[in-house]
């Protein structure tokens, strides 16, 4: 885990607003951001920006060899510690927002769940509606989106944005707990029934 938090760090000041963060999430926050994966059935689970793979190892925990993952990161060396880490997901090194045309390139429909590790507070509002788009176009209609905002980020204009447009893309929005074991403390956005 040390390893990880260095090389998360690394990214971060390489490039801070790509990264979003100064250390990957918490154990408890990837418990929380992943509860909508299935326990039963061959679901398609799709990660977007998984970096050193903390979401990515909750979601392998709950398929247990079931379904498909697919991650997609735009961080090549990001992306190279997660492969070399997880061979049993799908890794494409990709921006997010070509998410239809990734999944469509790899025959996959739509995805059953969609979790997100994405700096949404970092993004440009043009870049944060691409984004978005791209999930609900690639989203099963009975789906699942989560994702994740710092407490400290949450009535800054780019965050509260946000959740606007959440509330646009989506007819459910229900913001979690906060969990407070987590640098920075975090709370989680749960997300159903996209609006085409």
Do not use: K
Not at 61 to 68: H, Q, S, W, Y
Not at 122 to 127: E, G, V
């Amino acid at each position: 885990m040390a390893n990880e938090s260095a090389i998360f760090f690394g990214q971060f000041l390489r490039s801070p607003a790509v990264t979003g963060a100064v250390a990957p999430s918490s154990r408890r926050l990837s418990a929380a951001v992943c509860v909508p994966v299935p326990e039963r059935g061959d679901p398609v689970v799709v990660e977007l920006g998984p970096g050193t793979g903390p979401f990515t190892a909750e979601i392998q925990r709950r398929l247990g060899g079931r379904g498909r993952h697919l991650a997609v990161e735009i961080n090549p060396r990001l992306a190279g510690h997660l492969s070399a880490r997880y061979p049993g997901v799908e890794l494409v090194v990709d921006n997010a927002a070509r998410l239809p045309e990734l999944l469509a390139a790899r025959g996959v429909a739509a995805a059953d769940v969609i979790v997100s590790g994405l700096p949404w507070a970092a993004f440009p509002p043009a870049h944060q509606a691409d984004l978005l788009r791209a999930v609900v176009a690639s989203l099963a209609p009975g789906g699942a989106f989560t994702t994740f905002s710092y407490v400290h980020a949450r009535l800054l204009p780019a965050a509260l944005r946000f959740r606007r447009r959440l509330g646009q893309a989506f007819e459910e929005v229900v913001a979690g707990r906060t969990v407070w074991r987590n640098l920075p403390p975090a709370f989680v956005y749960h997300a159903r029934r996209p609006r085409r």
